[in-house]
């Protein structure tokens, strides 16, 4: 029974024909080896061929062209913003490195700090900082295990935030 069911499903696989699933990264590799085509003509059918299936791949969002850099600076941007105010910008990032260019307390007592980004990011603790708060300041402010946030101002003790 089992040998007539493995039988019967291997007849089926092979009627269907060869299963061809290219990845973007083939896709990729393919449009590279267009250039050792000899013939100018074939190498030229070759780039069509492969850039039409890019194309469709980009079109069905299976690839996407990322600038590196621009993607670094969104990731930045994105640190500690809800993700409800900017939707798929969330960042992987574990800390952001910065310079402090005013701190300021509210009325409450707490302070909020704009760095160098323009990133405005309010204490959520009512920990002391020691020392008067310099422009120019390095800025540390690393992602905690729960989701929170704590800023480093120098060598000073660290601080909760939230990003405003």
Request: aromatic share 4%; glycine share 6%.
């Amino acid at each position: 029974m089992k040998s007539s069911i493995g039988l019967a499903v291997g007849m089926i696989l092979l009627s269907c024909g060869p299963v061809v699933a290219q990845t973007p990264q083939a896709n990729l590799h393919d449009l590279y080896a267009c250039r050792t085509v000899l013939d100018v003509a074939a190498r030229l059918d070759c780039y069509e061929q492969e850039t039409a299936l890019l194309e469709d791949a980009e079109r069905r969002a299976e690839i996407a062209v990322v600038d590196r850099r621009a993607e670094q600076q969104r990731r930045r941007a994105a640190f500690g913003a809800k993700a409800s105010e900017d939707v798929g910008a969330t960042s992987m990032l574990s800390e952001i490195k910065s310079t402090l260019v005013s701190a300021m307390p509210d009325s409450a007592g707490l302070f909020v700090f704009v760095l160098a980004d323009g990133a405005r990011w309010m204490q959520v603790d009512d920990a002391p900082i020691p020392g008067r708060l310099r422009s120019g300041s390095a800025v540390i402010v690393k992602r905690t295990m729960l989701g929170g946030y704590k800023m480093t101002i120098d060598t000073r003790p660290a601080i909760k935030v939230r990003r405003m």
